[in-house]
């Protein structure tokens, strides 16, 4: 079974595992922004962080009239750029990795809907995707500078394939009509209202790249920053 194959499979799955236990879901579309990086080896002169796009599709599935708990799935471009400076008697190194990881991701929040806003938190699952590492050295000797770029053909097969972590998030509602949602002693019909959301998150990764554990470089663990934008609907 390829990458691909499990990657299906692990979203039908966990769609399928919600319904089953909570319900029938409100579906909602977001486009986002990340701001990421790879936290880790402090051996660094610069790091400079990715920004790149995780369009989201979400289920919010209600538990109570302001609790619900989301789900869904990403595409989310993440990694960075990082830049080492090593001298060696009159020649001075200077290397730039840039480092692209593209992950399905997956996460399960308990959220509470207030009036306008909203307050989510929970654990994520990630599967990898995509991932390119790019490197370029600079060699200058006595003012004589030697220029040379790679790929690292290996790199994708060389890390792990997943990543786990904790996403905490809060948001903005804009309701389209008039009336808001206000909160109620007692639950009688319910409704759907659609609503446009401006959604921040922050996902803080567990899994180092390297599997093995022997290879200070590549113990970096993502870090993610996302701002979206999307239109859904809530319980009324």
């Keep these: 079974m390829n990458r691909i194959h499990k990657i299906f499979l692990l979203v039908i799955f966990s769609f399928y595992l919600s319904v089953k236990l909570i319900g029938q879901p409100l579906v909602g579309a977001q486009f986002?922004?990340?701001?990421?990086?790879?936290?880790?080896?402090?051996?660094?002169?610069?790091?400079?962080?990715?920004?790149g796009a995780s369009p989201y599709i979400s289920f919010d599935f209600p538990v109570s009239h302001i609790i619900t708990i989301e789900t869904g799935f990403s595409y989310s471009m993440q990694g960075m750029q990082r830049t080492k400076i090593v001298k060696d008697g009159l020649s001075v190194y200077t290397t730039k990795t840039n480092y692209n990881v593209d992950y399905l991701v997956v996460p399960f929040y308990l959220k509470e809907n207030f009036t306008n806003f909203y307050a989510k938190i929970g654990p994520y699952g990630a599967y990898l995707v995509n991932a390119v590492e790019k490197w370029e050295k600079i060699e200058n000797t006595s003012g004589a500078i030697k220029e040379t770029k790679g790929?690292?053909?290996?790199?994708?097969?060389?890390?792990?394939?997943y990543d786990i972590g904790v996403s905490i998030g809060f948001g903005y509602i804009h309701y389209f009509q008039k009336n808001q949602r206000r909160r109620r002693k007692s639950f009688g019909r319910r409704r759907t209202t659609r609503v446009m959301q401006v959604d921040l998150k922050y996902?803080?990764?567990?899994?180092?790249?390297?599997?093995?554990?022997?290879?200070?470089?590549?113990?970096?663990?993502?870090r993610v920053f996302t701002i979206g934008l999307s239109i859904n609907s809530i319980i009324d």
Excluded at 38 to 48: I, Q, Y
Excluded at 208 to 218: F, K, R, S, V, Y
């Design 151 to 161: 790929l690292n053909l290996e790199f994708q097969e060389s890390i792990n394939p």
């Design 32 to 51: 986002g922004i990340n701001i990421s990086s790879l936290s880790g080896d402090k051996n660094n002169e610069e790091t400079v962080v990715r920004v």
């Design 203 to 222: 996902n803080f990764g567990f899994v180092p790249l390297d599997p093995t554990g022997n290879n200070p470089e590549m113990d970096l663990k993502n």
